[in-house]
């Protein structure tokens, strides 16, 4: 039977704005308070997904969230009429204002970890919604997360859906940014790959000293459990603590993997070598051959795939087996990452392709190409119990876009925030929305 790995894109929601929010993101802290542009935001990500569309990929689109998040700002003890809830976080609490508007739902790699059937023990695609709770404006987003991903693959025959696990730090879970898959065809059993910054219970890891670890490894191990995976099929690795110190706040900021290959730093992981021949047993027991680029700290050091988010790209399989690379134009920008694609590619190996994407809205808040997308692989009868309204197509992407321009503001400040307007503005917008992806009701909103 076909598969295919298809790749959800996160539709940027109407308040993406920049609030400073992410300790250890190094775009989101330096880009704070600059005014940003909702509606450029959200059609950078369309071009993508049509960029892929019309080069033959299945494309799916994710829907953003509704904010302000009324309802986490009432449990926060503000009360009133929705206005007034709004006014009274703006008068005395800004930045949980600024958290409860966060579009940071985008970045649907952090949405959920996805195993695929051919993984599982029961023969079912698992999701596992990720608690996000390392940050405030992010541990709010599950709830409407599982609603959502329950109305795009709601098959109980072939989906199975895990709530996010228990939300405190020992669980810390960041979802498919620090989980990758190699395989030899997606159809087929795969390796798990998943990548920890700490663990939560055994001190003999170490953690960095500077910014957060956000995955621990006894969230990863829970995933691996709910999802019914054998040990045969998981590696679990940890993060290298000084690159998170240096703002690699996810695994996919320094590490991208696909089919049998993975493409990472040089300083990416700790124990590289044991690892590596980790993956190369396992998968090899599964019949496939795992390859690895490593990418000298002599050519690109961490700080510029930082800023350039090289591997943050999508290294995605096209028809005749070779791998094409998607980067955001920063890539383009730095010139010695630039230098090292051009070298890559004169060298001859797997990736034969590179692309460049201009994603400057959502890369200012630490978002590239691989942040905004979740990818799932399926079989051709998995795809066709796929809710087809999420499905991306020339008609869906023309109405997306005229959605866009009609709903989206291309300004947004902090003090926009506060305007009770915007609250209805993206209410609307999203309540269309769920019409034109034929969601039902996922919102707040929409269901109290
Ligand atoms: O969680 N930024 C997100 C970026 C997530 C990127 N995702 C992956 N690497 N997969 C984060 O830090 C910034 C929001 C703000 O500052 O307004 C933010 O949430």
């Given at each position: 039977m076909k598969s295919f790995e298809v790749n959800f894109d996160g539709l940027v929601g109407p308040t993406h704005n920049y609030g400073g929010l992410s300790f250890g993101n190094v775009a989101s802290q330096s880009n704070s308070q600059q005014a940003s542009n909702p509606r450029e935001a959200a059609l950078q990500g369309l071009e993508k997904m049509k960029a892929l569309m019309d080069m033959g990929f299945v494309q799916g689109v994710l829907a953003p969230q509704e904010r302000p998040d009324v309802a986490a700002l009432r449990s926060l003890g503000f009360a009133g009429t929705d206005a007034q809830v709004i006014e009274r976080a703006a008068k005395e609490a800004m930045p949980l204002l600024v958290a409860s508007c966060s579009?940071?739902?985008?970045?649907?790699?952090?949405a959920a970890t996805v195993s695929p059937s051919a993984d599982t023990a029961d023969g079912r695609v698992h999701f596992t919604a990720a608690n996000l709770n390392c940050k405030y404006h992010r541990s709010i987003e599950h709830p409407t997360t599982s609603r959502v991903l329950g109305a795009m693959f709601a098959d109980q025959q072939h989906f199975a859906h895990h709530a996010a696990l228990p939300a405190v730090a020992q669980f810390g879970d960041e979802g498919a940014a620090n989980h990758t898959r190699f395989c030899r065809e997606y159809g087929e059993a795969g390796v798990e790959f998943f990548v920890f910054g700490r663990s939560a219970f055994d001190s003999r890891y170490p953690a960095p000293q500077k910014y957060p670890a956000r995955q621990t490894l006894e969230a990863s191990q829970a995933v691996a459990r709910l999802h019914g995976l054998s040990e045969a099929g998981v590696v679990f690795a940890q993060q290298n603590p000084a690159v998170i110190d240096q703002g690699v706040f996810h695994n996919d900021v320094i590490a991208v993997g696909n089919g049998e290959l993975l493409f990472h730093h040089?300083?990416?992981?700790?124990?590289t070598e044991q690892m590596l021949a980790e993956l190369h047993g396992k998968l090899a027991a599964r019949g496939g051959n795992f390859q690895s680029i490593s990418v000298p700290r002599d050519q690109v050091a961490v700080e510029d795939a930082v800023r350039s988010y090289l591997f943050n790209s999508q290294l995605l399989s096209r028809a005749d087996g070779s791998m094409l690379l998607i980067v955001p134009e920063e890539c383009r920008a730095n010139p010695r990452v630039w230098q090292y694609l051009q070298g890559l590619l004169a060298a001859g190996g797997p990736i034969r392709e590179v692309k460049v994407f201009d994603l400057k809205q959502s890369m200012q808040n630490g978002g590239g190409p691989a942040c905004l997308r979740l990818r799932v692989a399926l079989n051709e009868t998995e795809l066709a119990a796929v809710?087809?309204?999420?499905i991306m197509t020339p008609s869906l992407y023309d109405t997306l876009t005229a959605w866009v321009n009609k709903h989206y503001r291309d300004a947004l400040r902090e003090s926009d925030l506060a305007d009770p307007q915007l609250l209805l503005e993206c209410r609307t917008a999203l309540d269309e929305l769920t019409q034109i992806l034929k969601l039902g009701a996922v919102y707040p909103f929409q269901i109290n």
């Open positions: 579009a940071s739902s985008m970045w649907v790699a952090n040089q300083d990416a992981f700790l124990n809710n087809p309204g999420v």
